[in-house]
Structure formats: C-alpha cells, structure tokens
C-alpha cells in the first residue's frame, strides 16, 4: 500500500520561498506520476503541479507557472516542490499523492486516493 509523508511547510512572508518534500514508501513502481495538491480552508482541494517520474515532464496550474518548480529523485521515492515568491493566496494544506496521466494532464485527482497529512503552508502578506 501506497503512503506518503509530506514535509517543509512553514510560515513565510509574501515574496518568500518554500521547499516541500514527498516521501512515497510501498508498492510504487507501477505509479509513474505523482501530483502536489493543496486544499485551503472552505475550498476544494485543487492540482498544484504534477511530474512524470519516468521522463520528468511537468505540469503545472497556470497560477503557480514560472514560481512552482516540481522534481523528483527516483533512487529516494521523493518528490520536491520549490515555492517562490509565495503570495497569500498560496496559503494551503499540501498534500501529495500519485496520478493517473489524465489527472495529471488534467490536475483532477478524480480517482479514490491515499492521503498524507500534508504540509502546511501560510504565506502572510
């Protein structure tokens, strides 16, 4: 089974910068991709970003493009998700998971999931 440990949220100022870190431990050789998601309060839970573990390639929400950067180091089933210039609105739960290619495609966990704790994130402006 599937768990994973999100890590490296915190409390930072509007134009700071974040590193979040998955750890994905079990069966994950059959999982590809893995997305980063955040849910805030009172609002559903939304894709941030999403990589192919296989060839790196990258997806990313268009409010995040150009300030998230996703990676992955496949020898230690992580995957990270540097966060510059962080705004208020970035404030959030983050959690991470694995995707199918659609939900990447499409950053919709649509799919039934298994869910960390995540990470929590608050951006004051």
């Known amino acids: 089974q599937l768990k994973f440990e999100e890590s490296g949220g915190g409390l930072v100022q509007s134009g700071g910068s974040l590193r979040l870190s998955c750890i994905v431990s079990g069966f994950i050789w059959g999982s590809t991709r893995v997305g980063w998601f955040r849910q805030a309060p009172g609002k559903e839970r939304e894709g941030v970003a999403c990589i192919n573990r296989n060839d790196g390639t990258t997806v990313y929400r268009d409010s995040v493009k150009g300030r998230f950067i996703i990676s992955r180091d496949n020898a230690k089933n992580t995957v990270a998700l540097q966060m510059n210039n962080l705004k208020p609105e970035d404030t959030a739960l983050y959690y991470c998971?694995?995707?199918?290619?659609?939900?990447?495609?499409?950053?919709?966990?649509?799919?039934?999931?298994?869910w960390g704790q995540g990470t929590q994130v608050t951006v004051r402006g």
């Open positions: 998971t694995t995707v199918t290619a659609e939900e990447c495609t499409s950053l919709l966990a649509t799919w039934p999931k298994a």
